[in-house]
């Protein structure tokens, strides 16, 4: 008779940047995981690093393919790995201004921000409620502060997964799981080297900075406590309650003149 796998945590875009960090946080407390991301070598390299602490499964796959979640699902079903934790963390940013970027691209960028996020979540929610286990939805501080010129979809991408984790929080609390929507500002990762726009990003005060470990850890520690919107970092979150503050037309005023500092608009 097999012995039962103990539920795993599957994050998305575990490669690199929060989502590895997030890996290496929950192997430190023996949280069995299942690394899915579309780099196969970084994937093995991080599992062979992290499964002498806990068990790590890979699974390439591309979230841009509209057929990905479903063929995720019937891949765990396969292999028999019980889900207690989703960590949506796949995604990117496109620069550029919204008419000088083709649709076909932001129709993959919709696909892995939002779709992806909505359909794994609905597609493992089942096992995380029978696990008691829950969902971080890694957001933005862009979904809540003013949108810019450039990355015209990022910051409403990350709005709404903000509202779609308060919205599953509570409907699941009753079950005893826990979902949140976690809204790191500027992180040091390859981030800012895949949209172009290093250069800019590189003129902000190095204040305004924190590692991909330090929102991971600062994160998995807000899941825990149970937090639904959380934001690491106590100058994001003081940015946050700024731009709350003002009247939305010299909020935005203020975004205009700023964001050639942190979006590429060409």
Not at 121 to 145: D, E, F, K, T, Y
Request: charged share 25%.
């Amino acid at each position: 008779m097999s012995k039962k796998k103990p539920p795993y945590a599957l994050i998305t875009g575990a490669s690199s940047g929060i989502g590895a960090e997030l890996a290496r946080a929950w192997a430190r407390r023996g949280q069995p995981l299942i690394l899915v991301a579309r780099r196969t070598d970084r994937l093995r390299a991080l599992a062979d690093e992290l499964s002498p602490s806990v068990p790590c499964e890979v699974l390439t796959c591309d979230l841009e393919d509209p057929d990905a979640p479903a063929s995720l699902e019937r891949e765990l079903e396969r292999r028999g790995l019980p889900v207690a934790h989703l960590v949506n963390n796949a995604g990117y940013g496109v620069p550029g201004t919204y008419r000088g970027v083709a649709w076909e691209v932001h129709q993959r960028f919709l696909q892995i921000m939002v779709h992806a996020v909505c359909e794994l979540s609905w597609r493992l929610l089942p096992g995380i409620q029978q696990h008691r286990g829950g969902i971080i939805n890694v957001a933005s501080l862009a979904g809540h502060v003013p949108g810019s010129a450039g990355h015209t979809l990022y910051g409403a991408s990350k709005a709404f997964m903000i509202k779609f984790s308060q919205s599953l929080a509570l409907e699941n609390k009753p079950r005893g799981v826990r979902v949140l929507a976690l809204c790191p500002g500027f992180t040091l990762s390859e981030f800012h080297d895949i949209t172009g726009t290093r250069k800019q990003v590189s003129r902000m005060p190095k204040w305004m900075w924190m590692t991909s470990e330090q929102v991971a850890e600062d994160g998995l520690q807000a899941y825990e406590r149970g937090e639904i919107v959380w934001i690491p970092g106590r100058m994001n979150r003081m940015i946050k309650r700024f731009t709350e503050a003002l009247p939305d037309r010299l909020a935005l005023g203020i975004v205009q003149k700023r964001s050639n500092r942190f979006r590429k608009l060409d």
